[in-house]
């Protein structure tokens, strides 16, 4: 079962563990549950349909049923609050506090490591490896991606993946080690800039190449001032974690998708203000 860390809903983790639970005895369900917990079984049932909210005085039960030790109990607290808050203000703090126990969690890759950045489909192929059962069979793999890549440069990312540690030989396939990765704020690097052209380039190939029902592109011309522009970075760089989010919570993902966001001025300021 995943870490409780990489959930956004609380329900959906209590869902995972009773199925964990069941595959392990096949007798156990949801009365057993409400039994462990001294819950009426309905009660439970309603908290499982999002008929109830867990109150403050049932979250030791769960914590102890469920064997939360130390950050993860509080993480699961603070889980409960932001799915059942009941204002935005309440939920955008109740995500800021989640965010901040998963911080370290993303792993920041450091500057050594920046020839993960060198080729496009590097990044493509780690993404890939997180749902597709590679075996060894690079030209399945290549066939993968979109556009295609050859067996030699599949070949070329497995190796340096594994060199770099992103990815781990598990018996006969492989697994991604961490499941975000980030530069960081501050990036810097020919080969950051040049991952950066390189995706902008595959964004322009896909007006032509992908169909119109399988991708989103949008664009919007703004004026902002200087103090705009840096409110409009900072809901960009929220924008990315809640992007993270959904991905982090998708129990059914199956395709690799490339997200770019591009912020830049068409004009020189006017009146000094940003020089």
């Not at 462990?36 to 499982?48: A, G, P, V, W, Y």
């Not at 060199?163 to 810097?188: K, P, Q």
Request: net charge positive.
């Amino acid at each position: 079962m995943p870490s409780i860390f990489s959930y956004f809903d609380f329900r959906e983790f209590l869902r995972d563990d009773l199925a964990q639970r069941k595959a392990g005895n096949p007798g156990f369900s949801i009365r057993s549950m409400a039994v462990k917990l001294q819950l009426d079984s309905s009660t439970l049932t309603r908290i499982f349909n999002e008929q109830r909210n867990i109150s403050k005085n049932l979250l030791p039960k769960f914590i102890k049923f469920l064997s939360l030790r130390s950050k993860e109990a509080e993480y699961f607290v603070h889980l409960v609050q932001f799915c059942q808050a009941k204002s935005e203000r309440e939920r955008m703090a109740g995500y800021s506090e989640l965010v901040k126990l998963r911080s370290g969690r993303t792993k920041e890759v450091p500057e050594a490591r920046y020839a993960f950045y060198e080729e496009w489909y590097f990044s493509t192929v780690r993404e890939l490896l997180r749902f597709f059962p590679f075996n060894g069979d690079y030209h399945a793999l290549s066939r993968m991606l979109e556009p295609t890549i050859t067996v030699h440069e599949a070949k070329r990312a497995v190796g340096l993946l594994s060199d770099l540690g992103f990815i781990e030989r598990v018996g006969d396939s492989y697994a991604v080690r961490d499941h975000s990765i980030t530069t960081g704020e501050r990036w810097h690097g020919p080969a950051i800039e040049r991952f950066h052209r390189d995706t902008l380039v595959k964004a322009l190939e896909g007006l032509e190449r992908i169909p119109r029902q399988e991708r989103d592109y949008s664009t919007m011309s703004m004026c902002y001032s200087a103090e705009g522009y840096k409110k409009v970075r900072e809901l960009l760089r929220r924008t990315r974690g809640e992007l993270t989010r959904i991905e982090e919570a998708d129990r059914r993902r199956n395709r690799v998708y490339q997200v770019n966001m591009q912020l830049f001025p068409m004009s020189k300021p006017y009146g000094g203000e940003g020089e």
